[in-house]
């Protein structure tokens, strides 16, 4: 009786099962092609960087999944028998096929890596976003940033739309349609400028005086209105509406009413005493998000801003 005949109980039947439990897996392949090539099974097994008994285990694994003989031992060293070298040739093309896979594959990341695609509400992408980028530079000095900065609302827009592969956003509600994840935390400050009665208050502004009062807002679709409007129960009709944290701080600093901005942007006009932090009675809080469109984790360097974003000093 022939090896294979003895090995005919194992066979799978033809046609049973998915491709995946009928053909050898490419490591397998590649190591019959070795054989081939090298006439040793354990020469074949130390370029394939496997120990000689692991590769003797899967030739016999693979003549039992094919329930054919492919490789003859003897002292001398390894030969293929009829059929191995018939299946060694079948193997070349399926080994050939899987490395122009590989190399289209490669090709995809790379044009993929080679450019990143960032929307960020303003207020992330003015004092935060900036940082990150140059970190990310660092490890990755030929991929190109483009950034595009707007209200929560744009981001969501620009995601969904394909037209971004990372977005962050300051709101309090994530999008249909979006995945995310808290990357940082951030306070509201009420502030005015010096001559403001407010200036002078010597205990917090309540909470329904301040939404009674009309201030400088953002335009609707902000993270920061959302969260005053939500914290709030409501806001008085805006007395100026813009659409950049710059401009609401600008406006400010004139005195053309009090705002509520992020104490990321006005830190130095704090410091500086051209604006004034008005405590109030009511908590400001709002967490800070990375976005992404569902079913689409970031990858590449996506995934590397990601990453920094988590290890930035701010994001606690």
Avoid at 6 to 18: D, E, I
Avoid at 42 to 53: D, H, K, L, N, Y
Avoid at 120 to 136: D, F, K, N, Q, R
């Amino acid at each position: 009786m022939s090896r294979a005949e003895g090995q005919g109980n194992g066979r799978t039947p033809p046609g049973a099962g998915s491709l995946a439990h009928r053909v050898p897996d490419l490591g397998a392949l590649e190591l019959l092609l070795a054989v081939a090539r090298l006439g040793s099974l354990g020469a074949a097994a130390r370029e394939v960087g496997i120990t000689q008994p692991a590769a003797s285990s899967r030739i016999r694994s693979m003549e039992r999944q094919l329930g054919v003989a492919l490789v003859d031992r003897s002292p001398r060293g390894s030969r293929l028998t009829d059929a191995g070298v018939l299946v060694t040739d079948w193997a070349r093309r399926v080994v050939e096929a899987a490395e122009a896979f590989d190399a289209g594959a490669q090709a995809l990341r790379d044009r993929r890596d080679s450019r990143l695609r960032v929307a960020a509400s303003m207020t992330i992408a003015e004092y935060l976003l900036p940082g990150w980028l140059l970190a990310l530079r660092a490890g990755r000095p030929d991929t190109a940033v483009s950034l595009l900065a707007g209200n929560s609302a744009a981001v969501a827009q620009r995601l969904l739309a394909d037209e971004a592969d990372l977005g962050f956003v300051e709101g309090l509600t994530v999008p249909a349609g979006l995945d995310s994840v808290v990357v940082a935390h951030d306070h509201l400050v009420v502030v005015t400028a010096p001559g403001h009665p407010w200036a002078r208050r010597r205990r917090p502004l309540p909470a329904h005086e301040l939404a009674a009062t009309p201030l400088v807002l953002r335009e609707k679709g902000s993270g920061t209105r959302q969260v005053l409007d939500v914290a709030l129960g409501g806001l008085a009709r805006p007395l100026i509406e813009l659409s950049s944290t710059t401009a609401v701080k600008a406006s400010a600093v004139g005195g053309a009413g009090p705002a509520v901005l992020s104490e990321l942007a006005v830190g130095e006009e704090l410091a500086t005493r051209r604006l004034v932090n008005v405590p109030v009675d009511v908590p400001l809080r709002r967490e800070l998000r990375a976005v992404w469109r569902t079913g689409h984790r970031p990858a590449g360097p996506a995934r590397e801003l990601l990453g920094l974003t988590r290890k930035s000093p701010k994001a606690r």
